[in-house]
C-alpha cells in the first residue's frame, strides 16, 4: 500500500488498482488527477476536511466512490449519500479495509459546540485521528499526527503520541503553522516517536510512504 500526503489533513492510499481519500478540505489544493477511488472518507464537517468542490471534483472522475463519515457529516453534506460510520464499525471498500473508532471533535473552546468526529484505520496499518487525540483499542503501525490547530497544543500532541507508540509517524493537519512551527513540530514529534522506539517521517505535500 502507497500513503501519499497531500496538504493540511488530505492523505491519499493506492492498492492494487484501488484508490482511497482521506479529508480532501480546503486547505489542499485542487485533487484533480485522482483516478480509480473507490472510497473517500471524511472525519468530520469542518470544511478544511471537505468541500463541496473538492467532492464534486473527485466524484466527477469516480462516480462510483462511495463517502463515510460521522452523522454531522452526512447532516451537512445531505446530497452526497454519505454511508454514516461511527466507533466500532468495520467497513471493506475494494482493496481496504476500514475501521472507525472516536465519537467526538477535541473541545476547542466552551462556546464552540462540539461535533461529531471519526478517527479511521486502513489496512489495519494507518491511523488517521481526525480532529481528537483518539487512541485506539489495537496496535498502531503508523500513525498520522496532528500537529498544529486551535484545539491542540504540543505538549498535549506529544503525550498523544507517547500513548498510541505507533512504529512510524508522520505530521498532518499543519497548514495553519509557518515553517518555522511546523519544524519545530516535527523536532518535538519526532523525538516522542524514537524515544518509544518508532520512526518519524517529515514527509512534505506530495512525499509518499510504501507501507
Known amino acids: 500500500m502507497k500513503l501519499t500526503k497531500h496538504e493540511h489533513a488530505a492523505l491519499v492510499f493506492d492498492m492494487s488498482h484501488d484508490t482511497l481519500v ?7 489544493m485542487p ?3 485522482l483516478r480509480n477511488v473507490v472510497g473517500i472518507v471524511v472525519t468530520h464537517e469542518h470544511p ?5 468542490e473538492q467532492l464534486d471534483r473527485i466524484l466527477t472522475m469516480n462516480p462510483d466512490a462511495k463517502i463515510f463519515g460521522p452523522q454531522g457529516v452526512a447532516l451537512a453534506a445531505p446530497s452526497y449519500g454519505i454511508t454514516v460510520v461511527k466507533d466500532g464499525d468495520e467497513i471493506t471498500v475494494g482493496e481496504f479495509s476500514l475501521r472507525f ?20 484505520m486502513v489496512n489495519d496499518t494507518v491511523f488517521y485521528p481526525g480532529d481528537a487525540f483518539t487512541v485506539p ?10 500537529v498544529g490547530a486551535p484545539w491542540l497544543k504540543i ?5 498523544y ?6 512504529r512510524r509517524s508522520f505530521p498532518s493537519h499543519e497548514m495553519v503553522l509557518s515553517v518555522i512551527g511546523k519544524n519545530m513540530a516535527n523536532d518535538r ?3 516522542v516517536t524514537s524515544a518509544g522506539g518508532g520512526e518519524f517521517f517529515p514527509l512534505e505535500p506530495g512525499q509518499s510512504l510504501d507501507l
Do not use: Q, Y
Request: hydrophobic share 45%.
Open 48 to 52: 478544511d476536511h471537505w468541500t463541496p
Open 101 to 120: 473508532f472516536g465519537e467526538k471533535h477535541a473541545v476547542i473552546h466552551s462556546s464552540i459546540p462540539v461535533i461529531d468526529n471519526i478517527g479511521v
Open 189 to 191: 514529534v519526532a523525538s
Open 31 to 33: 485533487l484533480t488527477e
Open 22 to 28: 482521506v479529508d480532501p478540505g480546503a486547505f489542499t
Open 161 to 166: 503520541v507517547k500513548v498510541v507508540a505507533p
Open 137 to 146: 483499542p489495537v496496535a498502531v503501525d503508523t500513525l498520522a499526527v496532528p
Open 155 to 159: 505538549g498535549e500532541v506529544m503525550d
